[in-house]
C-alpha cells in the first residue's frame, strides 16, 4: 500500500459543492442560443486572474445589446448566477475527517475573482481548509500543468507525497502529467465514493463508514 500524502488537493465544483440548477439553460432560455457559451469564453481571462469578471461581462452584455433589441439580463444578473451553489455536507465532512486524520486540505479550484470573494466571505472555506489555491490568484487554470506546478512550488513538497481530487478526467491527468498523485471523483457516486477514491491517498479512510 502507497504511504498517505501530506498535503491533498481539492476542487470544488463537482466535489465540494454543486450548481443549483443548468446554468447553460438558463443562461440560453434568457438570452437566446449560444449565450452561455459565450459568457463561459469571457470567463476565460477572469478565470487566469488577467481580468476581473465584471469587466469582461460588462463587454459581453454591450457587444450582444448591439446585436439584439432587448437583452433582459444585466451584469448583476449573471453574477449572481455565479452565487447559486450549494456546499455538499457529506463531501465537507470527508474533508474534515481527512484533516482530522493529520492531511492537510487545501483548495485546487478554477475560480475567478468574484468566486473567490463569494467562498471566502460568503461560504467561509478558508475555515474549512488549510489553504487555497484560486486559479486567479495563480495566474493559470486548470488542466494547464503550469497550475499544479506552482502548487509544487509553493508546498516545497515531493509530488508523489501531494494527492488531487477531481471530478474532471483532464482536471486529473493534468495533475499526474506532473508526478501528482491525481484521483477521480463521480459526483454521482456521492460521498462513498468520494471515500473510495480519496481511500489510495489517504488509507486510514477505509476505516469511515459513510451512510
Known sequence: MSAPVEVL???CDGVLQHGRFDWRARLDGQVGDGFADRVFEAELPALRGERPLREVLEELLHVVREERDHVPVTVADLLD????FDLD????AVLT???DLGVRCMLATNQQDHRVRHMREVRGYDDLVDGSYYS????AMKPDPAFFEHILDD???PAERVGFVDDLPGNVEAARSVGIRGVRH???????GLVDALT??????ADLHTT
Open 9 to 11: 488537493l481539492w476542487d
Open 89 to 92: 455536507p457529506e463531501a465537507v
Open 200 to 205: 489510495p491517498l489517504v488509507p486510514a479512510l
Open 81 to 84: 448566477i455565479w452565487e447559486q
Open 136 to 139: 486567479s490568484e495563480i495566474g
Open 97 to 99: 475527517a481527512v484533516r
Open 155 to 157: 508546498l516545497d513538497l
Open 186 to 192: 463521480d459526483p454521482a457516486s456521492g460521498a462513498r
